[in-house]
């Protein structure tokens, strides 16, 4: 229990320290254009293949759940939309980024810290802490929810790929039911909460990085601790928010 606190006290000082006012923004400005290429940009291609086969699982598992007569066919759109808007998108995109990006993030910084980088930054005046992490939490936070939006076009249009390939269902029943009951509240939902969900990944393993000890078997260790910790605090944050936000 002791070491969960000074844990939380550590990463609370670290993040006071990384939001300090930075001394050259235009160094901050292209160090975050870097970063939204290196952590958002790159992250594009992995987002669109599982989204894309999770939108045509989903469709096709509905359509054979909801295989009844007396069950109109476009709820099976109407309940893609709502999984891939609601859950997948947001939360499960965010896991999934943070196994890529969040042990990135780990292990670079990591490595900086056993080879003494960050000591020598420090030494120099520089606010290691800032210079390092502040531009990954900027980009993350402003580029996640793009591929969130991404997510949902995509995932929504492996199910009226499968729809139309497989013949599962008619796609006109498909688009009225993507169409059926739209809130556009849910959209804002799941992008505030990637929102979050990026702060989390980008900080916890900007932490474990930063604080990391020893030789090149901590880093992995560090990377390792940086996914499991970002996943938990993910789906503790998703009930949070969800309690907050839709009910």
Do not use: H
């Not at 939309?81 to 990135?104: C, P, Q």
């Not at 993030?105 to 390092?132: F, P, W």
């Not at 949902?152 to 008619?170: P, Q, S």
């Not at 938990?232 to 009910?247: D, G, K, P």
């Amino acid at each position: 229990m002791f070491s969960l606190f000074e844990s939380i006290g550590r990463y609370t000082l670290l993040m006071k320290k990384v939001f300090s006012r930075p001394e050259k923004m235009r160094i901050y400005r292209e160090r975050i254009l870097y970063e939204v290429e290196a952590l958002g940009l790159n992250s594009i291609g992995l987002t669109a293949i599982i989204s894309v086969f999770i939108g045509a699982a989903i469709t096709l598992q509905m359509s054979i759940s909801l295989e009844s007569p007396f069950i109109p066919q476009y709820l099976i759109g109407y309940a893609t939309r709502e999984t891939m808007t609601l859950e997948f998108s947001s939360t499960v995109v965010a896991l999934i980024l943070a196994g890529k990006v969040g042990s990135n993030i780990a292990s670079e910084i990591g490595t900086m810290r056993i080879t003494e980088q960050i000591d020598a930054l420090e030494i120099m005046g520089v606010n290691s802490a800032s210079y390092l992490i502040l531009p990954k939490i900027v980009a993350t936070v402003f580029f996640f929810p793009f591929l969130t939006i991404f997510s949902m076009l995509i995932g929504i249009t492996g199910g009226y790929i499968i729809a139309v390939f497989t013949g599962i269902m008619i796609p006109a029943d498909y688009i009225e039911g993507l169409q059926y009951c739209f809130v556009m509240w849910e959209v804002i939902y799941s992008l505030i909460k990637i929102a979050v969900f990026a702060f989390i990944i980008t900080s916890i393993s900007a932490y474990c990085g930063y604080y990391a000890k020893g030789n090149s078997l901590e880093v992995g260790k560090a990377s390792t601790r940086a996914v499991v910790l970002s996943s938990i605090v993910i789906m503790i944050f998703n009930l949070i928010l969800t309690q907050l936000l839709l009910t």
